[in-house]
């Protein structure tokens, strides 16, 4: 019997229509546009407003797009996975909640919470279920609005992160394309570099957390930046030589976008081309876990059945990893 293999046969993206520009936060915070172009590549990014509105927006536009271009009834669909640190809600998952606003009555669901990893690791969990044969549709969801866990006044960390969500279909294939390799890491040393305090159960938010602005994203970022150039391009590296390829047999690298300079270095230390290295940072900034699909929504036209990419990240946790597949359309 061939081996069944879990291919992406569709991607669709979605990002809020209001345009946040290094301008903007200049009347913000202390910083300016020079300082966040040369440091991070970030020109603009965007934010989801209105009351109420939450992630689960995103993700549902973004999985009725992908329904509407892959022609699928989202009756079939088995499961839908969503990626993020920034739920609707404590309880019910996201995921869950996206189901019902696109119509995927079928499928059970559930959310993942890896950080800016978050999409690897959902895209990893997705694919088994398909390879085991156990379901033929599966949706993963990479969707945050950061800008809900964000402080507007830190410079260190509101200048980065935007609001985003892509998502991609995965369904069977006995062809030689999809998911071929996986390298997935986590180490919780990393939380002292990059989380928030309140919120959850250990600090469950009182008006003391609110007061000292607990409740939003504390990053110490020249640790985070080293830890994330190492282990991006070591993974990269990795899934390159165990699975007996060349730089030149990739096609693509679809790093993170967490910050230019990171890419830059990650693609050096890995002896990867910039011209085949995927970049959108400039235009939506950090969307945690709606940064790799996204990626391959804007280049979707450009890639060609049997390309080889790899899919890198880093984010909080920490959790990194890398992705080699092979496009299937
Ligand atoms: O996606 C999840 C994982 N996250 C990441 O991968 C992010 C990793 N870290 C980074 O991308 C970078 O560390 C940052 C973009 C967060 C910061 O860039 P940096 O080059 O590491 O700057 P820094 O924190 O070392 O700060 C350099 C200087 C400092 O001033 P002094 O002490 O040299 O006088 C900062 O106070 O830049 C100052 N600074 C700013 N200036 C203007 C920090 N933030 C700003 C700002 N505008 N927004």
Redesign the pocket.
């Known amino acids: 019997m061939l081996k069944v293999n879990a291919a992406i046969t569709g991607v669709a993206g979605y990002v809020p229509d209001y345009v946040l520009t290094n301008k903007e ?1 200049e009347t913000m ?4 546009d020079e ?2 172009k040369s ?2 590549g970030i020109e603009e990014r965007r934010i989801l407003k209105g009351k109420g509105n939450g992630t689960s927006v995103m993700g549902t536009e973004a999985v009725k797009l992908l329904l509407e271009k892959t022609n699928t009834d989202a009756g079939e669909i088995d499961l839908v996975i969503c990626a993020t640190v920034t739920p609707d809600m404590r309880v019910v998952d996201t995921a869950n909640i996206i189901a019902l606003n696109t119509g995927c009555k079928n499928a059970f669901t559930y959310d993942i919470n890896a ?2 990893s978050g999409f690897l690791f959902a895209l990893t969990t997705g694919s088994k279920f398909i390879e085991t044969g156990a379901y033929k549709k599966v949706i993963i969801v990479g969707a945050d609005k950061m800008s809900s866990i964000i402080d507007y006044k830190d ?7 935007g609001d985003g969500a892509g998502a991609v279909l995965l369904e069977p294939t006995e062809e030689e394309v999809g998911i071929k390799d996986a390298l997935l890491k986590s180490d919780g040393s990393g939380k002292e570099n ?1 989380y928030i305090k309140a919120g959850g159960s250990a600090h469950p938010i009182t008006i003391d957390h609110v007061i000292a602005r607990e409740q939003f994203v504390v ?4 640790p ?2 080293k ?2 150039v190492s282990n991006m391009s070591n993974a990269v590296k990795t899934v390159i030589s165990r699975n007996n390829l060349t730089v030149s047999d990739v096609r693509w690298l679809v790093p ?4 230019r ?2 890419i830059e270095t990650v693609a050096k230390m890995a002896d990867y081309p910039m011209e085949r290295v995927m970049m959108n940072i400039h235009k939506y900034g ?1 969307t ?1 876990a709606g ?1 790799i699909p996204l990626c391959l929504w804007d280049y979707e036209d450009q890639l060609k059945k049997g390309d080889n990419i790899i899919l890198t ?4 946790g920490y959790t990194w990893g890398a992705i080699y597949l092979k496009w299937a359309y």
């Open positions: 936060l915070v202390d910083t300016n300082w966040i440091r991070t950080a800016c410079r260190a960390t509101c200048i980065i992160f990059l990053q110490n970022g020249r985070v930046f830890a994330a993170h976008q967490a910050n300079r990171i950090n945690t940064t990240s880093f984010g909080g």
